[in-house]
């Protein structure tokens, strides 16, 4: 079979949906990222947040706090690697039994295609989990520096290296989030494109689906509402 026999196995409208699929995941991370100035996102917030937090584990003393909240965000990201490893390897294992699988929609009358059809939907879901995978990875290691340079901010505030460490600590563990954040967002994705397995427009419906989720939570929650908010001021 050639490539040509190969993409005549997919209507225009598949190609249309799967372009809208990626394309959705790419602008989302890129809106999310880049918010405009006068309506930011929660992960820019939270940006602003992270270099706080390392500004007051300065004086903070023990830091044994600070020390537990990276190690519980190292826990997290080996949670989700190891969550994604499963999925992936569950795919793979699906992707050895497609004629089943093709057997399987033909009774449940989804449609009758030939097994390389279901063979590249399902690899489109593995693809978008080994980013996801390897995005979690990436974030579980910066962590890990993260954790290094805090242990580096010297114990003395007055200390001339004290400010600067914080920063550089601050500014990887905003890039260790932002890591996580996209591997998440990839995870959403990758469930939307199982949808494709029931067709098409199913597929362009889970991808609307899961943009309107994302776009609400980044630009119009009420955790996004409580971070602007600037808390009372309490003092007598």
């Known amino acids: 079979m050639t490539w040509i026999d190969r993409a005549l196995l997919f209507s225009p409208l598949d190609y249309v949906a799967v372009t809208c699929l990626i394309a959705g995941w ?3 991370g890129w809106r999310i990222e880049n918010p405009a100035p006068n309506k930011p996102s929660v992960s820019a917030l939270m940006d602003e947040f992270r270099h ?25 990201t080996t949670f989700f690697a190891s969550t994604s490893m499963i999925a992936i390897g569950g795919g793979l294992a699906l992707f050895g039994n497609t004629e089943r699988l093709a057997g399987v929609a033909e009774d449940l009358a989804i449609g009758s295609a030939p097994a390389m059809v279901w063979e590249i939907k399902i690899l489109i879901v593995i693809l978008l989990l080994s980013n996801a995978f390897l995005k979690f990875v990436w974030s579980h ?9 805090m242990a580096a901010v010297p114990n003395d505030p007055d200390d001339p290296h004290c400010a600067p460490r914080a920063s550089q600590s ?6 260790a989030a932002r890591s996580f954040n996209k591997a998440l967002r990839t995870i959403y994705f990758a469930l939307a494109s199982t949808a494709w397995m029931l067709g098409p427009v199913p597929l362009l419906l889970a991808t609307a689906v899961t943009l309107a989720i994302l776009y609400r939570r980044e630009f119009a929650s009420h955790s996004r509402r409580v971070l602007l908010k600037l808390p009372p001021n309490t003092e007598s």
């Open 170 to 175: 601050a500014e990887i563990s905003i890039t």
């Open 26 to 28: 790419l602008w989302i």
């Open 141 to 149: 290691r910066l962590f890990g520096y993260c954790a290094v340079l």
């Open 52 to 76: 706080d937090w390392m500004t007051q584990m300065i004086t903070r003393q023990p830091r044994v706090f600070d020390a537990q909240l990276v190690g519980n965000m190292r826990q997290s």
